[in-house]
């Protein structure tokens, strides 16, 4: 089977990962805190806590760090009302693009989302502009080693429930429908496999490919964005070119 997920080349550049570790422990930290909020401390019991807790894992974020974000949320974030919003606009060459927001203040979230596209060669749309193009999907990201073996984890895979899987140059990419993620995902874990990524994303139903001057313009949009504390996730369809690093 054969997927459109292009992980590898959608990532925006993971290598930068470790150099914003810190950040993206706050951004799923946050996650941690509202799931336990909203559905509890114990991942037994909230399966929306289970997910957060595996994308956690998969950016390899220590347990104590985990199990504070996870206290905090249980019993020390009263009075602080956080909304969940979508934004939806266009980067440079009408990228279509996706920004997820967790913020206390709705007004300069706004703001600086609108900047941002606006700075760097995008304008932001209107509700449902672009979110027509994406689908929720879980997605579960492995590592290729020498002792994984493709046709069996893709049984494995399709067994436990998941829609796709795809064989890219360094990884495999599992799919699934939102409702099943948390399933196949554990039926994994109890296999044994770890995951590079763990979470249910907005996926592009088709990809803008885009040239080197575009990617670099891109790029620094997604810096932007990542810069921003209120923003937990961006999502696009831009196609990188092969091989293009900033």
Known sequence: MSGHSKWHNIQAKKGKVDAKRGKIFTKVGKELAIAAKNGGSNPDTNSKLRDVIAKAKANNMPQDTITRAIKKGAGEMEGINYEEIVYEGYGPSGIAVLVEVLTDNKNRSAGNVRYVFTRNGGNMGSTGCVSFMFQKKGQLVIEKTDQ??????????????????????????????????????????????????????????????IDEATASKFQRMLDAFDDDDDVQNVYHNAEFPEGWEE
Do not use: H, N, Q
Request: net charge negative.
């Open 148 to 209: 994984l073996d493709e046709d069996e984890l893709m049984m494995m895979a399709l067994e436990a429930g998941a829609e796709d899987f795809a064989s890219e140059d360094e990884v495999y990419v599992v799919t699934t429908a939102p409702e099943d993620f948390g399933v196949v995902r554990e039926a994994l874990e109890e296999k044994g496999l770890e995951f590079l990524e763990a979470e249910v994303k907005a996926i592009p139903d088709t990809y803008t490919e």
